[in-house]
T-cell receptor, first 117, second 114 residues
Framework: AQKVTQAQTEISVVEKEDVTLDCVYE???????LFWYKQPPSGELVFLIR??????QNEISGRYSWNFQKSTSSFNFTITASQVVDSAVYFC??????????????FGKGTHLIIQP | DAGVTQSPTHLIKTRGQQVTLRCSPK?????VSWYQQALGQGPQFIFQ???????QRGNFPDRFSGHQFPNYSSELNVNALLLGDSALYLC?????????????FGDGTRLSIL
């Protein structure tokens, strides 16, 4: 069975600090997909990134960066120079490839990130 | 370009009643997935519809059922409501083919059971 663990329930930092959100996953499949979503107080889940199991290259998008390490089954998310607008709940999610198309996602419990001005 | 839309926004029901939630996918998407998100938890996968059929299902009882229409919109039905069904219900749409395209979510329907 697949599982996603986000051990950090809540993180609070002061604006402009860097912060890393941890994600550890479990799966028996060799082909799988990892995602990060952001959920602001409004409730809508906003897609941030997708990574497949064969692509271990780290990715940077502006102030956001992701570190995928298959050896430790981790897919961590770093925000550089955090801003108040980054305050939200962040979810890591996993999907196994059942043969084509989008599959149901298994989410972690989320990390509530609070950026204080 | 309209995103995923869900209706209603909020709903209050009593135990034992039945409820229907609706979802219109993002333009160009043909697959709809439903999730239940309890307060303070991550979303849990209920089921997914593609080509008007249930393609995949999570660990939810038969009280939860759905439907997909030819225009790809979808309904989630819950019968014999329990207090524990109180949650935010999220609909997500995506393309059904290809290598696991990202799912795009709507704002959700907040269901309260009294």
């Amino acid at each position: 069975a697949q599982k996603v663990t986000q051990a950090q329930t809540e993180i609070s930092v002061v604006e402009k600090e860097d912060v890393t959100l941890d994600c550890v996953y479990e799966t028996r499949d060799t082909t799988y997909y990892l995602f990060w979503y952001k959920q602001p107080p409004s409730g809508e889940l906003v897609f941030l990134i997708r990574r497949n199991s064969f692509d271990e290259q780290n990715e940077i998008s502006g102030r956001y960066s992701w570190n995928f390490q298959k050896s430790t089954s981790s897919f961590n998310f770093t925000i550089t120079a955090s801003q108040v607008v980054d305050s939200a709940v962040y979810f890591c999610a996993l999907s196994e490839n059942s043969g084509g198309g989008a599959d149901g996602l298994t989410f972690g419990k989320g990390t509530h990130l609070i950026i204080q001005p | 370009d309209a995103g995923v839309t869900q209706s209603p926004t909020h709903l209050i029901k009593t135990r034992g009643q039945q409820v229907t939630l609706r979802c219109s996918p993002k333009s160009g998407h043909d697959t709809v997935s439903w999730y239940q998100q309890a307060l303070g938890q991550g979303p849990q996968f209920i089921f997914q519809y593609y080509e008007e059929e249930e393609r995949q299902r999570g660990n939810f009882p038969d009280r939860f059922s759905g439907h997909q229409f030819p225009n790809y919109s979808s309904e989630l039905n819950v019968n014999a409501l329990l207090l524990g069904d109180s949650a935010l219900y999220l609909c997500a749409s995506s393309l059904g083919r290809g290598d696991n395209q990202p799912q795009h979510f709507g704002d959700g329907t907040r269901l309260s059971i009294l």
